[in-house]
């Protein structure tokens, strides 16, 4: 028996494995079993069918045998290495990120912490239009603005300072300054780094390379916010901030040092006249404790206007204010 067979138009390899092994069983089986039976035959020519078929449908194309998939972090996953022994292999994954990756890009509105009386204090959030890190440091260096100002805040980051590359891993933001960013006494503006960076989601820490290379001026190992109190004010206070524009109440939020647990306030208007005053207690949380509390205005009142912290009793701190717009 001879068996004609045109060549599907797909799998050619599949179909040739076919056709040889048909040759062989109609050589040593089929002959001698079409005597018997055609049921036989049928059954022989579907089992050798299957047998070369299974190869062929489980392989994959030639070239993605061993792929590369990406993670959501914006890391790449090294395809992974089968052991010795067979069994699978460990995978490695990037964990350092730039934070140019869209999942590192931080809030829209970031907020520069400048300096008053030598401590810390909040500036006004400011919309990154790039990278937020990148933005944050290009913030310091151009300092406040005249609202800013008039609530007493400078920088002591240099208007030439530059920031040539900033990574996030494992918490720790690393970050290479330029030399301008030193001066004779460098940790006030190390604190303002500090603070600002670690206002990011997965940012703790702030490691500082001046040209590239560790710097005793800046620390060698990662600094956070627990390691800077000497550049912390008693009552850090997050809002309202300069230049913040607030309806019938002014939210008052922020954090106070461990020794304390309330401090008074003073609202003012244009005219110097007092509109509003009171104290806020401390609310939540552990070490420096948070606050956050509404202050109601009274109806009708609008316009500029001065909140003033007034420090706490038996704190070395200077009462300040930060300006305001009240809209009623």
């Known amino acids: ?26 050589r040593q089986n089929v002959l001698p079993a079409a005597r018997s039976s055609a049921f036989s035959l049928a059954a022989v020519l579907l089992t050798a069918a299957a047998a070369a078929l299974a190869p062929a449908c489980t392989s994959q194309p030639p070239g993605h045998d061993n792929p ?44 520069p912490y400048f300096i008053r009386d030598g401590k810390v204090a909040t500036g006004s959030p400011r919309p990154a239009t790039g990278d937020a890190y990148v933005d944050a440091i290009n913030f310091l260096a151009a300092g406040p603005d005249d609202i800013e100002k008039a609530s007493g805040l400078i ?56 040209e590239g290379t560790d710097n005793g001026a800046t620390g060698v190992p990662p600094v956070g916010r627990d390691q800077l109190t000497k550049y912390t004010p008693d009552v850090l206070l997050e809002s309202p901030w300069p230049g913040t524009r607030s309806g019938a109440s002014v939210r008052v939020s922020g954090n106070i040092n461990p020794g304390f647990s309330s401090f008074d306030y003073r609202i003012d208007g244009a005219a110097g006249q007092q509109v509003a005053s009171g104290t806020v ?20 009142i609008t316009g500029p206007a001065r909140f003033t912290v007034l420090a706490p009793t038996g704190s070395t701190m200077t009462s300040f204010a930060v300006s305001l717009t009240l809209t009623g």
């Open 68 to 111: 590369v998939s990406t993670s959501g972090s914006g890391g790449t996953t090294v395809p992974s290495n089968p052991g010795s022994d067979g069994s699978p292999g460990s995978s490695a994954s990037a964990t350092q990120v730039s934070p140019s990756s869209s999942a590192q890009q931080g809030p829209t509105l970031v907020t």
């Open 155 to 210: 920088t002591a980051v240099a208007s030439n300072a530059k920031a040539y590359r900033l990574t996030v891993t494992d918490g720790t933001a690393t970050v290479d300054l330029s030399r301008t960013f030193e001066t004779r006494d460098t940790q006030p503006q190390v604190a303002q780094v500090v603070f600002t960076l670690t206002q990011f989601p997965g940012v703790d820490k702030v490691k500082f390379l001046i």
């Open 281 to 300: 207690n401390v609310r939540f949380g552990q070490g420096r404790r948070r606050f956050d509390q509404s202050i109601d205005v009274p109806g009708g």
């Open 1 to 26: 028996m001879r068996l004609h067979s045109p060549d599907p138009p797909s799998h050619p390899p599949a179909w040739r494995t076919i056709l040889a092994g048909l040759a062989r069983i109609t």
